[in-house]
């Protein structure tokens, strides 16, 4: 039997879920990624998972001892998913059913947090007692490890830097707020200020708007910086602007936590070429000098498994099966 101190950490996403097998060095020893399908009702996917599990156990021959699953989305305490936008789900206790079904400890936690801790424990933050990962996708969102502790907050909803303001009076954003982050660095929000820009000055977005045609789609995050690091005037506003309020998020990151690595990782941040590292070197003149002598911003290592790895990760820690240093 291969190493059996191992765990599962599964990503279950809107339209796909990654099951993933990982020991306590972080080796992933087997990977599957399924579609969720048109049906995402809790039984639905905890019948998928359980059988993915059970193919995966029964094919390599590894045990995991328990379970971790990542969801985007308010989790409560271990086992209840309060909200999750993306599935539809409210109030739904996945970590009692799969633990029964697959007799073994079966945990949820929120995804960006397991990325998070994925990447302490893992990736780029190992050994680092305090880190903020910053995942810029569609959406933004955040997790801080302090002191050698990942911050779970009041209401378990700790680390949603997406939604910290950096304009006053800014644009609306998907929360009640306006002017958050996530309202300017976020994907959807690249494309929205693109398609406004376009709209209110449709010469200079032609070159934008005709490379969006020809890839047949809208005038979104990845044309625009695309055309950005091809020299588009039009795209090189878009993107600028989006640096200077990326910037202005870090350095009210880090002034507010201190932390001495902040870990950028998601589809924007790894589309978007240099966006990140620019806005870093824009922001660490601005950060009190006490906070940014000792300051890196780094990329994150784990990829598109992140979140499923990171899951796995944190049933290690639940389990206390970090094998002994
Ligand atoms: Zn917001």
Redo the contacts with the bound molecule.
């Keep these: 039997m291969a190493d059996a101190n191992c765990t599962v950490g599964v990503d279950l996403g809107g339209t796909k879920m990654i099951v993933s097998i990982v020991d306590s060095d972080g080796r992933v020893l087997t990977e599957e990624e399924t579609s969720t399908g048109s049906s995402t009702e809790p039984e639905a996917a905890i019948r998928t998972i359980v059988t993915t599990v059970e193919r995966m156990r029964a094919a390599s021959g590894v045990a995991p001892h328990s379970l971790g699953i990542g969801i985007a989305g308010q989790v409560d305490g271990r086992d209840v998913v309060r909200f999750a936008p993306n599935l539809r789900w409210r109030d739904v206790a996945i970590g009692p059913p799969l633990s029964k079904a697959l007799g073994i400890p079966a945990r949820v936690i929120n995804d960006v947090r397991a990325a998070t801790f994925g990447e302490w424990r893992f990736g780029k933050g190992r050994g680092e007692s305090d880190l903020v990962c910053l995942r810029i996708g569609t959406g933004v969102g955040g997790g801080i490890v302090s002191g050698n502790r990942l911050l779970v907050g009041a209401s378990n909803a700790a680390g949603e830097l ?2 910290m303001t950096v304009v006053t009076g800014g644009r609306k ?5 306006s002017g ?1 982050l ?2 300017y660095v976020g994907g959807w929000a690249i494309a929205a200020r693109a398609v406004e820009a376009a709209h209110t000055s449709p010469t200079a977005a032609a070159a934008s708007l005709e490379r969006a045609r020809r890839a047949g789609t809208e005038l979104d995050a990845e044309v625009v910086s695309e055309m950005a690091k091809e020299g588009d005037p039009f795209a090189r506003g878009i993107m600028d602007e989006t640096r200077t309020h990326l910037a202005a998020g870090l350095v009210a990151i880090a002034n507010a936590l201190n932390p001495r690595l902040i870990v950028a990782g998601g589809g924007v941040i790894r589309g978007t070429g240099s966006l990140f590292e620019e806005a870093f070197e824009l922001a660490r003149p601005r950060i009190l000098p006490s906070i940014s002598a000792d300051l890196r911003g780094v990329r994150a290592e784990l990829g598109t498994n992140a979140v499923a790895v990171g899951a796995a990760a944190w049933a290690h820690q639940e389990a206390g099966t970090w094998p002994a240093t």
């Design positions: 997406g939604h954003c998907t929360c009640p707020n958050c996530e309202a």
